[in-house]
């Protein structure tokens, strides 16, 4: 079974700018996770959405979004892009715990500097 | 709010001996889920084992090993017969059983293995 995919793996962006990262699961998973690293905050929860909903979000502001769509894959933006958005962002996803499964599997990340 | 902690920023040591990484967490949780993933450098994250806090036996995946204590709130992974290969940053995580899917990241221990 193939793994999580993330397109682009990297990507250079300036200041206000805004970008689109894509996430794949593995086939058959239904919830998605998107997660930010950085050196400095580590790991944060961004959201996660389950069949198109979100279904829980951390503490960003609203210029991170994303969105499900009906094959499962995933999309987040963010918007008037600042220095403190370059990070490595990373994509889970999972069957769900309601299918019993509550086990995530990392993508490889998009690796997203804003200059 | 549930935190997770790591205590041992980096540690090393030589091939093919035992070496113990530490986590504690605090929640006023009663089910959830606790996990270890692995980063190696500039690779994607990795589930090395999970434990469900209901479960009292702790949870084994060929060398490593967990020794789960929730009276204490402890959750350390140990990994025998140490290989080059475990080189890489490792991450305590915590899930909350409640359909959930957040993920909550300790800030990691580098562990390095000595040949």
């Known amino acids: 079974k193939a793994g999580v995919t993330q397109t682009p793996r990297y990507l250079i962006k300036t200041r206000g700018q805004q970008v689109t990262l894509s996430c794949s699961p593995i086939s058959g998973h239904r919830s998605v996770s998107w997660y930010q690293q950085t050196p400095g905050q580590g790991l944060q929860f961004l959201f996660e959405?389950?069949?198109?909903?979100?279904?829980n979000k951390g503490n960003f502001p609203g210029r991170f979004s994303g969105r499900q769509f009906s094959n499962s894959r995933s999309e987040m933006n963010v918007s008037t892009l600042e220095l403190g958005d370059s990070a490595l962002y990373l994509c889970?996803?999972?069957?769900?715990?309601?299918?019993?499964?509550?086990?995530?599997?990392f993508g490889p990340g998009t690796r997203l500097t804003v200059t | 709010a549930q935190t997770v902690t790591q205590s041992q920023p980096e540690m090393s040591v030589q091939e093919a001996e035992t070496v113990t990484l530490s986590c504690t967490y605090d929640t006023s949780e009663n089910n959830y889920y606790l996990f270890w993933y692995k980063q190696p450098p500039s690779r994607q994250m990795i589930l090395v084992i999970r434990q469900e806090a209901y479960k009292q036996q702790n949870a084994t995946e060929n060398r490593f090993s967990v020794n789960f204590q929730k009276a204490a709130k402890s959750f350390s992974l140990k990994i025998s017969d140490s290989q080059l290969g475990d080189t890489a940053m490792y991450f305590c995580?915590?899930?909350?059983?409640?359909?959930?899917?957040?993920?909550?990241f300790g800030t990691g221990t580098r562990l390095t293995i000595i040949p």
């Open positions: 889970a996803s999972s069957l769900g715990v309601v299918a019993g499964s509550y086990e995530q599997y």
């Open positions: 959405y389950f069949s198109e909903t979100q279904r």
């Open positions: 995580a915590f899930m909350k059983h409640s359909g959930n899917e957040k993920l909550t």
